[in-house]
């Protein structure tokens, strides 16, 4: 352990001011002179040239102390980083003192209060000292890059902490150098520039012994891959390292940060598979011993690394997930919930849990949760009345505040899973509001699911579809990923037909014939759900022992407006049926809807928004829809009960002969 005396560095920093500065802002600065070589190896830099025609020299003998508190010293010095001899081992209230000074460094909000607490303080451990960079980063990097690397380069105390660890890197301690570097990395301190080739100089020795822990190790290497990215020649020999240790041997947290730099980059293109698979099959053993930082950390791994064979890994956290979601931090149950779409997992028990959580929360969670909590339940078709209500709630009040794209993955939902709230008078008054002043501000593709959704639950945008059918808005489809595709013209084509079948007072544009299709059934992304084919012939099976023949019903029928019918069966006046392929004396239609699983929301009842609009638009052209649903059908025991079940649902005002 090293301990760094903070002395006035007044004088001292005016000097080196005059050479250039520490962070570049993330560019790489070229030296005037010989080609350099590689970031591990050091000479001569910039830094050192200019401070030595500056006068300052790489020691300086006097030392200034600072009492606690007292006012900086005008008087030139440096503050020395030596070795504290036979102090590895502090006592425990030493220990108790750097905790103390960790959690009030934790609570500096902005840089300037960061080194307002430092200034105060008469010396730091190495290790506060990598703590005091890392803070810097938690509060000053936005999107990985610092936010006011220009103040953070002129401010004395930074200057001085860097000078030190460059003085005397060879005395840190492990954790102390690793944490150190990677932080001024994420920093955007000059790679080039003395402190930052010594520092990674002293790592790559210390690697090369077999000195760093598996903790240190991985620090090093996120480090290392921020700076250089994957192909870094010391991250192999890091992974050769950490796969030569016991698996067993490592702690939780240990295990994560191992997850960590796969996820990062180095298990990219399927690399390290093996020692994944290892340790997926481990961690299985381990959950129960993750917190929630932990386990939201090994499902984000696991998702970005597509670790599609862990499903039993992805099963267990689920199981534990459940008593961790009210601890769980945003971003935490964001990447849990990500986890579960990815896999195609869920279980009720997460789903009540989920439930009690956002019914007690739904005002005061971030808008980013809600929308996450509502795909979640849109993408497993899990029509939750307790989540859906809480979050209608919700955005009647708050949705002024959301983005569009927020608004949007919170509505939407609803009409997928044709649920309308309690509320939805207001629901959908807000959401009509927020439309008339925001509508400019949605990306189109965004803005036609939104009302296409409403359309579903017969909720109508008439006052914003003379825009929709605009040339303007259509070559905004178009302009903007990923096109008018299939999808997006079918959205088109049924919002169209919506409000023209089902408002009959509307007389706005209408939608050119070039932007319709002429089915909805499609491969992929649909507006309607194929029929399931073992489920099709067992009715299909039925139906020729009900009515004689197969020719008296046809299967996959197109009709003129877009739908595919899975059976038709036509009637003449006398309700007599007729034969599939005759066109002449056809008095009346029916339309079988043969509802496997896949078109009602999950264990439920309730068909899907897609479903629900279909058969309001076979009725509206003239169709009489008869639902054979799955929940009905598989009680059915015999040949015998099949036939009779059709015959009542089809005819069930007609006697049947027998053939």
């Known amino acids: 352990m090293a301990l760094i005396h903070l002395k006035c560095f007044r004088a001292w920093t005016s000097r080196v001011r005059a050479c250039r500065p520490l962070l570049t802002g993330g560019r790489v600065v070229h030296h005037v002179g010989p080609e350099r070589g590689p970031l591990c190896h050091y000479g001569s830099s910039a830094l050192q040239r200019a401070c030595s025609v500056t006068g300052v020299q790489g020691t300086v003998r006097r030392n200034h102390h600072v009492a606690l508190g007292s006012p900086p010293s005008s008087t030139m010095g440096t503050g020395n980083l030596h070795g504290e001899a036979g102090n590895h081992f502090r006592s425990n209230s030493k220990q108790t003192e750097e905790q103390q000074l960790l959690k009030a ?67 840190l301690s492990d954790a102390g150098l690793v944490n150190s570097l990677s932080s001024l990395i994420k920093l955007r301190v000059d790679p080039w520039s003395t402190l930052v080739v010594r520092l990674l100089s002293e790592s790559r020795e210390r690697l090369s012994k077999g000195q760093l822990s598996i903790r240190d190790s991985c620090v090093l290497a996120e480090g290392l891959l921020d700076l250089e990215g994957p192909d870094c020649a010391m991250l192999e020999h890091i992974m050769d390292q950490v796969q030569s240790t016991n698996l067993e041997d490592w702690t939780s947290d240990e295990m994560v940060m ?42 984000n791994a696991l998702v970005v690394l597509d670790q599609t064979q862990a499903i039993p890994l992805v099963i267990k956290f689920c199981k534990y997930s459940i008593r961790h979601i009210p601890s769980f931090t945003d971003d935490e149950i964001i990447h849990v919930l990500e986890a579960f779409i990815h896999f195609g997992h869920n279980d009720p028990l997460f789903t009540e849990a989920l439930e009690r959580h956002v019914a007690k929360h739904a005002f005061a969670m971030h808008p980013k949760v809600v929308s996450k909590v509502m795909q979640y339940c849109r993408r497993k078709r899990i029509l939750s009345k307790t989540i859906f209500n809480a979050v209608a709630e919700s955005f009647i009040y708050n949705a ?19 649920y309308l709230p309690p509320c939805a008078p207001s629901l959908f008054r807000k959401l009509e509001r927020v439309l008339s002043t925001r509508f400019a501000q949605f990306q189109s593709h965004v803005l036609l699911s939104l009302l296409h959704s409403c359309t579903l639950v017969e909720r109508y945008p008439l006052n914003f579809l003379a825009k929709v059918f605009s040339p303007y808005f259509l070559q905004q489809l178009q302009a903007e990923g990923p096109g008018l595709t299939r999808s997006v013209l079918s959205q088109l084509t049924q919002l169209f037909l919506t409000v023209t079948m089902e408002c009959p007072s509307y007389e706005g544009p209408k939608l050119l014939p070039k932007y319709r299709v002429k089915s909805f059934l499609m491969a992929g992304h649909s507006l309607e759900s194929p029929v399931d084919t073992h489920f099709y012939f067992q009715v299909k099976a039925g139906l020729i022992d009900l009515l004689g023949a197969r020719m008296y019903f046809a299967s996959h029928v197109l009709t003129p407006n877009c739908y595919t019918i899975d059976i038709e069966i036509k009637l003449d006046e006398e309700g007599l049926v007729l034969p599939a392929v ?57 040949q015998t009960d099949i036939v009779d079940y059709l015959h009542k649902k089809i005819f069930p005002n007609s006697y049947r002969l027998s053939w």
């Open 258 to 299: 191992v997850y960590r730099i796969l996820q990062l980059g180095v298990g990219k293109r399927g690399k390290y598979q093996d020692l994944l698979n290892k340790m997926n099959h481990f961690t299985v053993s381990q959950v129960s011993k993750f917190s929630p930082k932990l386990t939201s950390a090994v499902l």
């Open 105 to 171: 460094l934790d609570n500096c909000q902005s840089y300037e209060e960061i080194f307002r607490f430092v200034n105060s303080l008469e010396s730091l451990t190495d290790t506060t000292v990598a703590a005091v960079f890392q803070r810097l980063c938690d509060v000053d990097v936005e999107d990985g890059r610092p936010k006011h690397a220009e103040d953070l380069a002129e401010d004395a105390v930074f200057q001085s902490l860097c000078f030190q660890l460059e003085r005397e890197s060879p005395n």
């Open 582 to 638: 005759q066109y002449d004396e056809v008095s009346h239609r029916i339309a079988l809807c043969i509802d496997d699983q896949k078109r009602f929301c999950i264990n439920s009842h309730n068909l899907l928004g897609k479903e629900a609009i279909k058969r309001r638009h076979l009725k509206l052209v003239g169709y009489e829809v008869v639902q054979i649903p799955f929940f009905e059908f598989e009680l059915l025991e015999s």
């Open 400 to 418: 002024d505040g959301f983005t569009t794209t927020q608004i949007a993955e919170q509505i939407i939902p609803f009409g997928q899973l044709n």
